[in-house]
């Protein structure tokens, strides 16, 4: 007997639930090592592109938006508000649980951004998949972001603290992002993949190069991306900016 998904899943399903699996191995990895994490968090990252670009040449599924925003909870949810917990803990040598500021905001930050996060990609699924943009800081970019600040040795607690705060309110403002066009998803697609393989080369200059890109799109995306009032098509088809 075969099972329910053979048949009605595609090849970019697959790769979405990859993505969901790297997003699991994040967490368990970042438990022992935060570096290593945030380089499998970003690897979930290059998935949850690929699975665009794949869908769109070889189609998608009725089942995919909600798979990929069902997989985005897992990697770009749960793992970074981890990824960030794990930092701050050690950065600011929490003991848990104790009963002081300090402990309530290293869990109680991450805990608001995952929460954030997934209303923000509830709403994703119900209103903005088939649109050229959408509203509020993609779960990606905000992953991307605080992964690439951890491997570029931002790793300061009241910073990281500081920037997951934002994001959970960034996540659900009604900021339009367009959807990448073609060339920049590619460059941010090979700059994402040099900051894996190569974390540490040149003194960090991929994660801070991947970290400068992702902080200038959501500075600037939303003011000076558009073209001619929208966007040309965006390399990810049916599967957005989530």
């Known amino acids: 007997m075969q099972p329910r998904f053979v ?4 090849l970019a399903d697959a790769v979405t639930v990859a993505n969901a699996a ?3 191995l994040a967490v368990v990895v970042t438990v ?3 570096e290593i994490g945030a380089r499998l968090l970003l690897l979930a990252a290059v998935a949850d592109g690929l699975d665009g670009v794949v869908a769109r040449h070889v189609g998608s599924s009725a089942a995919g938006p909600y798979l990929d925003s069902l997989a985005d909870v897992a990697s770009f949810a749960v793992a970074p508000a981890v990824l960030v917990f794990v930092a701050v803990r050690d950065g600011w040598g929490v003991a ?4 002081t500021p300090e402990a309530a ?3 109680g930050v991450p805990a608001l951004f995952v929460a954030m996060a997934v209303l923000r990609l509830g709403m994703y699924t119900a209103y903005d998949t088939k649109d050229e943009y959408t509203e509020g800081v993609p779960t990606t970019l905000a992953a991307t972001i605080l992964s690439a600040a951890v491997l570029a040795g931002v790793t300061d607690p009241n910073l990281l603290i500081a920037a997951t705060a934002l994001f959970c309110y960034l996540m659900v403002a009604p900021i339009e992002y367009p959807d990448l066009l073609a060339r920049d998803a590619f460059i941010m697609g090979v700059t994402h993949t040099l900051a894996i393989l190569l974390p540490t080369w040149a003194n960090n200059s991929f994660p801070v190069a991947l970290l400068i890109l992702a902080l200038a799109y959501l500075t600037l995306g939303p003011r000076f991306y558009w073209r001619d009032g929208l966007p040309e098509p965006p390399l990810l088809g049916s599967k957005g900016n989530a």
């Open 7 to 10: 048949g009605r899943v595609s």
């Open 22 to 24: 790297l997003g699991f």
């Open 32 to 34: 022992e090592d935060v």
């Open 96 to 99: 848990a649980p104790a009963a």
């Open 105 to 107: 905001l290293t869990a």
